[in-house]
């Protein structure tokens, strides 16, 4: 009896499979998931995505890395300082007047000396995105982002060279120095005065 | 002289023909799997990924022959040769046609039995001279198994050698369709003598035969280490089994026997079962059908088609069928095949004597 059920279940296993070996094995038809026919699809065809060829559309709205956009980031170190696994590394320099503004309005008044992620770090959990002040910090929707040095996954969005950064962190510097040297000439002159 | 040189070519050619059958064999194979899976197999290299197996043996052929530092050099060294030529020996006696045969030997069957077996000896050296504890386990699951498995497909073998009173693979075939000299009768009542094609095939001479062919073709399957009974090279449980420890070329010998000896027993099978070289067209009245379609040519296109639908069924299976447990095995193999192999044999005899 048992004999019998291994052969019936097996020829039930054998015929299931040789429906598949005749089914249609051409390339995967793409479509997007919001597609009314998706799943109904995956039945029919074969499941290889032949990748760089084929792609599967993804949502607009996809998070699958981050991307910032420089010119509105006012470097305030929140995106650094929410972020779980510190990915992020943010070196700012204080500038000696206000620089411009953001899109939203917002003045800016530091220099981002270095605004890198490390996106072999990153766990893609979106608290930078939400903390940003003036949401320069975005995930866009695009997934593919294989490199060949791991290095090379460190996103650097400064466009900074070191020799400005040096420029500006001397004003800066010279700037803090001429205050120090005023407000001790001030104290003197008070001091002289009374 | 002349006869060296023939001897010389016939070697030769079966060498690249078993060659040639890998590689085709195991693009055919990475195809019906990924069918089977719904996925596409290769695409990329040549069309369809046809020159996918052509790449690999040129990948292989470039890699480096490591011999691991315990190892038992010699048996290390020797055992994929001996697996090989085990399996490509076994060639020789095979019938390709009427009057084509490589070596026309009267005990052909007998030959190709005894010969085959020496490729459990290659796989035990392999396994014992990797000095790797995963390889021997293969290796001694192997002896088991190709041991074991041989009692049924032999008493399978013995029961259609009891029915045509021959080892000699090419009298065997010729009994099977209209040059056969003697007369044949379809299930032992009807004369088909001048009929031939399907109905003189011995499965359907003796109809007990066709059980014996499921024998043979399940013993069969352990025997070339397929799955389900792909226990000595069980991947998940024993890294690879007992090729664990053999790389470039060496591996690409033990993975031509493997698909050697798929082609030799799913031969076997047709040449003793299936009609050898015969048509399966019969004549028809004043349409000669099975006398059109039997001669040297079409002999190697029938046998050829006849093992290569065989060598797909088992391709079909290894895919399906889970992996058996070494006491499924064993339970199946003594419990099941061997009783039934020799009622096989058993009805064999009366046949012979009452009904032949």
């Known amino acids: 009896m048992k004999l019998i059920n291994g052969f019936t279940t097996a020829w039930k296993g054998l015929s299931l499979t040789v429906k598949h070996l ?3 094995n051409s390339a995967r038809e793409i479509t997007t998931v919001s597609d009314s026919n998706y799943f109904k699809q995956l039945e029919k ?16 709205i996809g998070r699958y890395q981050l991307d910032v956009e420089m010119d509105d980031c006012i470097v305030c170190d929140l995106c650094a300082k929410v972020c779980p696994v510190d990915c992020i590394d943010i070196e700012a320099i204080k500038a000696t007047e206000a620089i411009g503004q953001t899109s939203d309005g917002t003045t800016k008044r530091l220099y981002a000396a270095k605004f890198d992620i490390d996106m072999a770090k990153c766990m893609y959990c979106g608290l930078c995105t939400i903390v940003c002040p003036t949401e320069c910090i975005v995930m866009t929707n695009q997934y593919d982002k294989t490199v060949f040095e791991l290095s090379d996954l460190v996103y650097e969005f400064s466009d900074m060279p070191p020799e400005v950064a040096a420029e500006k962190r001397a004003l800066f510097d010279k700037q803090q120095a001429e205050k120090q040297a005023a407000k001790l000439a001030a104290m003197q002159k008070k001091e002289g005065g009374a | 002289m002349n006869y060296y040189i023939t001897y010389f070519i016939v070697a030769i050619g079966l060498f690249s023909f078993s060659a ?10 990475r195809k019906i799997s990924a069918f089977i899976q719904d996925r596409l197999g290769p695409t990329e290299t040549g069309k369809f990924g046809s020159l996918q197996t052509l790449a690999d043996i040129v990948k292989m052929i470039q890699k480096e022959l490591i011999i691991p530092a315990a190892a038992d050099k010699w048996l ?6 001996v697996i090989f030529i085990a399996v490509y020996m076994g060639f020789a006696a095979l019938p390709w046609g009427p009057g084509l045969i490589p070596s026309k030997i009267n ?3 007998y030959y190709i039995f005894a010969i085959i077996s020496i490729e459990t000896l290659g796989i035990l050296m392999a396994g014992w001279g990797s000095n790797n504890k995963y390889s021997i386990l293969g290796a001694m699951r192997s002896a088991a198994q190709i041991i074991s498995y041989e009692i ?4 399978a073998i013995i029961s259609v050698v009891m029915i045509a009173q021959t080892l000699d693979l090419q009298a065997v075939a010729m009994q ?13 009542f009807w004369d088909v003598t001048k009929i031939g094609g399907l109905l003189s095939w011995n499965i359907f001479r003796a109809p007990h035969l066709i059980i014996a062919f499921v024998i043979y073709f399940i013993a069969s399957l352990a025997e070339s280490n397929r799955a389900p009974f792909d226990i000595p090279e069980a991947e998940s449980e024993l890294v690879a089994g ?12 033990v993975f031509l026997a493997e698909y050697s000896m798929m082609f030799l027993v799913s031969m076997i099978g047709v040449i003793l079962f299936l009609g050898a070289w015969n048509t399966p067209l019969p004549n028809m009245g004043p349409v000669h059908l099975a006398d059109w379609t039997t001669n040297m040519w079409w002999g190697i296109l029938w046998v050829t088609l006849k093992t290569l639908g065989l060598v797909a069924i088992q391709m079909w299976i290894r895919w399906t069928l889970p992996r058996f447990r070494v006491d499924q095995l064993m339970n199946l193999c003594w419990k099941v095949l061997t009783p039934l192999a020799f009622l096989c044999v058993l009805i064999s005899g009366v046949w012979r004597v009452w009904l032949m």
């Not at chain 2, 099977?176 to 032992?188: C, D, P, R, W, Y």
Request: charge should be negative; aromatic fraction near 18%.
């Open chain 2, 176 to 188: 099977q369709g209209v040059l056969s000299a003697e007369k044949i009768t379809f299930a032992g």
């Open chain 2, 76 to 81: 290390f060294m020797l055992a994929p040769a």
């Open chain 1, 22 to 24: 005749f089914a249609n």
């Open chain 2, 152 to 155: 049924p497909a032999g008493f």
């Open chain 2, 242 to 253: 007992f090729h664990t420890e053999f790389t470039g070329i060496r591996f690409a010998l």
């Open chain 2, 20 to 29: 040639f059958f890998a590689l085709f064999g195991v693009y055919a194979e």
């Open chain 2, 107 to 109: 005990l052909g069957i």
């Open chain 1, 45 to 60: 065809g074969t499941n290889t995505i032949q990748y760089p060829k084929q792609q599967l559309p993804v949502p607009e």
